[in-house]
T-cell receptor, first 113, second 113 residues
Framework: DAKTTQPPSMDCAEGRAANLPCNHSTISGNEYVYWYRQIHSQGPQYIIHGLKNNETNEMASLIITEDRKSSTLILPHATLRDTAVYYCIVRAVHQTGANNLFFGTGTRLTVIP | NAGVTQTPKFRVLKTGQSMTLLCAQDMNHEYMYWYRQDPGMGLRLIHYSVGEGTTAKGEVPDGYNVSRLKKQNFLLGLESAAPSQTSVYFC????????????FGPGTRLTVL
């Protein structure tokens, strides 16, 4: 599985967009980019995933560069409840199999009032 | 629909004692996972199961055993607890197929003295 690199911490003003970068320069063609977040003391929560096209859901947007070597998770209007550790995970997906996830240390996002 | 539940929420053990952590899911998911998370670290996979009656080793399996006798339950056992096993333990489950979203439980905080 491709290794990911994320900044250890970021701050964002409440109401502004939070842009969390992730570098995955060794990503393979069949590997997806997944984002999870972990609010303090809780279990991780799935946010979004994508292969090569940009993706958007009710929580966030995922922008993947054309060469797929990096991506950005965008929280369009950050709130205090978005303060969490955000994990970028790259993983091949198979229809059968456990498709285990490997968590790094992530980015600690602090939303400031 | 309770999702993924874990029992107990907290536990303190003495070195050498044994215990079992219970994970239950009511989503009829095929796959289940046990992770541990040490302070300031990401989650590391201990064991996982791709279906009832099957288990497999993850990244850090030593000192743990698991069983999946029923599809909805995944048990994690510590036969002889050690201080190095002090951690927060998370269980997760996932449906079969292409979707790789894992649903996590609230965690069990274990301290081994």
């Amino acid at each position: 599985d491709a290794k990911t690199t994320q900044p250890p911490s970021m701050d964002c003003a409440e109401g502004r967009a939070a842009n969390l970068p992730c570098n995955h320069s060794t990503i393979s063609g069949n590997e997806y980019v997944y984002w999870y977040r972990q609010i303090h003391s809780q279990g991780p929560q799935y946010i979004i995933h994508g292969l090569k096209n940009n993706e958007t859901n009710e929580m966030a947007s995922l922008i993947i560069t054309e060469d797929r070597k990096s991506s950005t998770l965008i929280l369009p209007h950050a709130t205090l409840r978005d303060t969490a550790v955000y994990y970028c995970i790259v993983r091949a997906v198979h229809q059968t199999g456990a498709n285990n996830l490997f968590f790094g240390t992530g980015t600690r996002l602090t939303v400031i009032p | 629909n309770a999702g993924v539940t874990q029992t107990p929420k907290f536990r303190v053990l003495k070195t050498g004692q044994s215990m079992t952590l219970l994970c239950a899911q009511d989503m009829n998911h095929e796959y289940m996972y046990w992770y541990r998370q040490d302070p300031g670290m990401g989650l590391r996979l201990i064991h996982y199961s791709v279906g009832e009656g099957t288990t497999a080793k993850g990244e850090v399996p030593d000192g743990y055993n698991v069983s999946r006798l029923k599809k909805q339950n995944f048990l994690l056992g510590l036969e002889s607890a050690a201080p190095s096993q002090t951690s927060v333990y998370f269980c997760a489950s996932k449906a079969s197929g292409w979707n790789n979203e894992q649903f996590f439980g609230p965690g069990t905080r274990l301290t081994v003295l």
